[in-house]
C-alpha cells in the first residue's frame, strides 16, 4: 500500500473541508474556485502542515467507521447513508465522501 501524501490526503476531502483549511492557514483563495486549486494551493503551502492535514483524513477515516457502524452494510451508498442520518446531513455529500476515501489510494 503506498504512503499517503499530502496531495492524496487532500483529494479525499470536501471542498468546504478544504475552504476551511485554506482560510486557516491564510492561503489566499476564493470559495468560487475549483477543488483543484484548493488542493494545490495547499499541497504547495509550507504553512499547511502534513500532520493537520493528515487529521482531516483521519476524521474522515473515522466518519466512514460511524456511517459503517450506523448501516451495518459496506456499500457505498449504505455507508454514506448511516453518515448522513448520524450528522444529520444531506445523503448526496455523505456519500460523494465516502467514495471519494474509498477511491483515493493513498
Do not use: W, Y
Not at 486557516?24 to 488542493?39: E, L, N
Not at 483521519?58 to 459496506?74: D, F, M, P, W
Request: aromatic residues 4%; positive net charge; hydrophobic residues 45%.
Amino acid at each position: 500500500m503506498a504512503r499517503p501524501t499530502k496531495r492524496t490526503c487532500l483529494t479525499c476531502l470536501t471542498k468546504a473541508r478544504l475552504f476551511e483549511l485554506a482560510r486557516a492557514f491564510d492561503i489566499g483563495t476564493r470559495q468560487g474556485q475549483p477543488k483543484v486549486d484548493f488542493v494545490d494551493a495547499l499541497a504547495h503551502s509550507k504553512a499547511a502542515s502534513f500532520a493537520r492535514v493528515l487529521e482531516e483524513r483521519v476524521l474522515s477515516l473515522s466518519n466512514a467507521v460511524v456511517g459503517v457502524l450506523r448501516s451495518a452494510s459496506l456499500g457505498i451508498h449504505a455507508i454514506g447513508r448511516g453518515l448522513a442520518a448520524v450528522r444529520g446531513t444531506a445523503e448526496k455529500h455523505a456519500v460523494k465522501q465516502v467514495d471519494r476515501l474509498l477511491s483515493n489510494p493513498g
